[in-house]
């Protein structure tokens, strides 16, 4: 079963009490997930809310990826005692949630990840948390200083790929559905919602595309293609990775992940996942201590390749959604937007 | 689906990140950073980034568990605090309050070390209180106080990223204190200037204006002949030695021989090299100076730190924003722990317990007679414990069978004990040796304070509840004093920090509600002090900062023909210290699984060592086996080793030669030889 459906966009508009009200009956019915700011350090970041008072509307992007609620930072994938199975069951804590207030970069993001985790092997632990899932996504009124989905084409507003989408206008949010999910819900609470608003949304769009593209993201493809990059510039970023991993956690496309089993006494056994970065030399090496990967000048490459080149090779899109939120979070300064320019510009 | 984000500050190393415990259905399941934590800024290194698996472990001691013919068996805790109470109480009574000690701990909150403390002195009666700064930062904390008057890092994490320039000596500071190391690298891009002395290539020294690679054990040599050089080129700060300092005269006398000739053969460093750098860093102000424990961890540990201070004060860089003496502390909260008075000769805030005023402060607040007498060290106490002096220990989360020099003699000195408690996470060789192993829970699993490196007392909240049996470590330090019959009543960590506020000045405007968002750095005199950043501003804290003449004196133990090698120890990115906690978190111990030594290519070369070779390691103590690491990393005639494996020690390797100060160990330096095994 495809974790989502596409129909043609059916528009809408919701008032902003009616907003509160709609996600107060969410709050009773499913889970909520949406943003929330922390009482004691500022951060804003995707929790489950019981209230929607709880909610945060004053807010950029979240300094974590909504990712984590498909694809767990820590997993238990099942747990069995004994020695020797026939086979096992896996483990299914999927449920009915709704995440509220993505932003068009993070939408986008998850959609990558549905190609990835569905393609070749279906990775049930990730497609069934997304079947369940229905995603009310607002889009931005403005890049911030670190952000860059025009140049990726993953925002502010989106055109397709969303269960729901609110544009923001004076008393009310304009409102879009696109996909079977999304219509569902719609209809659930249809008496919520109003007629669409006069807003032209293909005029929001073109002055969405009319804020400068911080690169060309063609250029950055067909440099990084054709290996047109000084070495320099890898070997100054692979000396400046510590190898946190923290620009890969962060990042809401990336999808490694390790499994580790272990002995819970007593005599259970667990098997568990958990996220992994290709920024980790151990990573790519083998048993007998051998690593394809030589250098850390060609182990940070791989991110540049992968999310700029490769995935958009595979899947059309970028790998990278402009969310920004690996620039500021390296111990090197390994700032990913600023070397997507100098990239650009090494031809 | 029930996922918290709970704010805390990270259990590893003393830079003091703040970050979120992700909890999902009351399970650990993730770290997330925090873009407004004053440390940490939306960063972490790879040990806080994946903090959350370190407490998990399959293996945590669930259970009380008491010794019976030579075997643990699980027991309730009463039965277990009764049965410590009674032994405590016994040897007291036998031998006297002396004969015991107790450890307190760096990795342990202040509210722990507060109560530990208390514990050895009003219930035990002793000042024999101690704990693991002993092997790390002690000479720090006697020196600077010599010096400066005040012992802890003089100004904040955030002024290092605007120093001009940043000398930094004896610290691999990107690997060991990462997120300090993210401020030298900001500095360097914002055009700062970089001198880094340090026997190995560090990161660092790849990116430094100058790196002088010195002999490990060296320092002193070093540092008088910069001050030579600025002495004798008139590039010292003659208003501020006139004004701010004393023993001037005492110095250039001391340094007048080190001239950069002289030193040369010594250090093993091209004179002219240190002239440049000795021009550089007086001239590009202001100046912050970082060291850790290559400064340290010497025999001449304290003069070490002195001649340090000896530096900064030459070319004015102490008492302004963006210099000063920064000790990087190494552990989350060995500087609270300090601040707590876990020190033999210090009631908390660093009041000396020979002052009779001040000892009659503790009689009337603790409402009982104290000892005049300054305790013994952690060091002096294994030594006198082989010697049947100290009778009973409680180690709160230390593991000296693998921290401390020469764990051989170590594991005698233990076996001599009557009555040995250890309380800890994990089984750790010292664990084993002891007659009681008390489960204490884990930073995740309950709340309190750390004190990071820049003084900043910030909270750790409780995320999940005590794994299996465990127990907050402070709950069961007032268990054991109650049952000993000095009632210990709080009821909670709050009101452990409301007593220490109001006894250490320096902590008297501290409390858990002040301190819950972004923390507050000491001194902080009163309710509404606002902190301090950076310390000795306008004054030092003993009035003039002091300069002392100080020699080179050579490390313990020199190379010969059957030892040719200098080897020197210290700490990795992917680990942290004995490894209890990182060695079972899987991406940590999946990049670097096993023990190594590192060698120079030349040295590789002359004995037939490749890498990744086989081979063996020894010194007059003991010897290992483990892989060759050939790169041109050390320096020639140096090797280089982790000491995070269990498995594999360092320190069976390592001298038990001490500072005669602060009585810390030499780690960094000892004769060592190195053969290939086939
Ligand atoms: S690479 Fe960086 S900017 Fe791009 S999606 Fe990932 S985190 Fe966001
Ligand atoms: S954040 Fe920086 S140091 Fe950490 S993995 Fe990414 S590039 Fe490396
Ligand atoms: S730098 Fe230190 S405090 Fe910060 S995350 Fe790493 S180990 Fe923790």
Known sequence: ?????????????????????????????????????????????????????????????????????????????????????????????????????????????????????????????????????????????????????????????????????????????????????????????????????????????????????????????????????????????????????????????????????????????????????????SITRMAGGNNPIRTNAEMIKR??????????????????????RCNLACVGNVNWLDNIIKIERAT | MNLQYIPTTCPYCGAGCGFYLKVKDGELAGVAPSKTHP???????????????????????????????????????DETLDLVAEKFSKIKENYGPDSLGVWGSARCTNELNYLAQKLARAVFGTNNVDHCARTCHSPTVAGLVRSFGSGAMTNSIDEVKDAACIFAIGSNTPEAHPLIGWRVRTAKDKGAKLIVCDPRKIDTAKYADIHIQHYPGTDIALLNCLMNVIISEGLEDKQYIKTRTEGFEELKKVVAKYTPKYTAPIVGVDADLMVKAARLYAKTKPASTLYTLGITEHTVGTENVMSVANLAMLTGNVGVESGGVNPLRGQNNVQGACDMAALPNFYVGYQKVDNPAIQEKFEKAWAVKLSPKPGLTTTDQVIQAKEGKIKGLYIIGEDPLTSDPNITEVRESLEKLEFLVVHEIYMSPTAEMADVVLPGASFAEKTGSFTN?????????????????????????????????????????????????????????????????????????????????????????????????????????VPDDEYPFILSTGRMRFHYNVGTMSRRTHLLDREFPFMFVEVSENDGQKLGIRDMDDCQVSTRRGQLKVKARVSDRVKEGVMWMPFHYVEAPANLLTNDAFCPIARTGEYKACAARLEKVS
């Open chain 1, 1 to 281: 079963m495809p974790v989502t459906s596409k129909i043609e966009i059916k528009n809408a508009s919701i008032t902003k009490d009616s907003l509160s009200r709609l996600l107060k009956k969410i709050c009773k019915e499913r889970i909520l997930i949406a943003p929330v700011r922390n009482d004691d350090l500022d951060d804003v970041n995707f929790l489950p809310v019981t209230n929607p008072a709880q909610i945060c509307c004053d807010y950029d992007n979240t300094t974590t990826s909504p990712k984590e609620f498909f694809f767990p930072q820590y997993e238990c994938m099942f747990t069995f005692s004994g020695t020797s199975h026939e086979s096992i069951e896996a483990g299914d804590d999927s449920e009915e949630i709704v995440l509220f207030g993505l932003r068009a970069c993070d939408v986008k993001a998850i959609e990558l990840l549905d190609k990835f985790y569905e393609r070749n092997f279906e990775d049930n632990y990730y497609l069934s948390k997304r079947q369940k899932s229905v995603i009310i996504s607002v889009a931005c009124p403005d890049l911030n200083d670190q952000c860059f989905c025009t140049a990726t084409e993953t925002g502010p507003l989106l055109q397709d790929g969303f269960d729901i989408q609110l544009l923001s206008s004076v008393n009310a949010y304009a409102v879009q559905i696109g996909s079977e999910k999304g219509l569902q819900l719609f209809e659930q609470y249809q008496y919520l919602f109003g007629p669409p608003l006069e807003l032209d949304i293909n005029k929001l769009l073109a002055q969405a595309k009319k804020q400068k593209a911080k690169f060309n993201l063609q250029k950055v493809y067909e440099n990084l293609k054709q290996q047109n990059v000084d070495e320099d510039l890898w070997e100054d970023i692979g000396a400046r990775c510590q190898s946190c991993g923290l620009c890969l956690f962060l990042c809401p496309t990336c999808s490694c992940y390790s499994v580790k089993d272990q002995k819970t006494p007593p005599g259970e056994n667990r098997r568990s996942r958990q996220w992994d970065a290709c920024y980790f030399s």
């Open chain 2, 453 to 557: 490196s820049e003084r900043r007392i910030q909270l750790i909240n409780k995320a999940i509840e005590p794994i299996g049996n465990s127990r907050p470590d402070w709950q069961i330090v007032c268990d054991v004093a109650t049952r000993m019959g000095y009632p210990f009543k709080y009821p909670g960590t709050a009101e452990v920090m409301d007593e220490i506020a109001s006894l250490a000045p320096i902590y008297g405007g501290i409390s858990h509600d002040r301190c819950r968002k972004v923390g507050l750095q000491w001194p902080c005199l009163d309710k509404n002090h606002p902190g301090t950043k950076y310390l000795h501003k306008g004054k030092f804290t003993r009035g003039l900062g002091k300069f002392h003449g100080i020699e080179h004196r050579p490390p313990a133990e």
């Open chain 2, 39 to 77: 440390v940490s800024q939306g960063r972490l290194c790879v040990k806080g980034a994946t903090a959350w698996e370190s407490v998990i472990g399959a293996d945590r001691i669930k259970e009380p568990l008491i010794k019976k013919n030579g075997k643990f068996t699980k027991a309730g805790w």
């Open chain 1, 303 to 324: 991110k540049y390749q992968h999310k700029l080149v490769q995935q958009i090779d595979e899947f059309g899109t970028s790998g990278c959604v402009g969310c920004g």
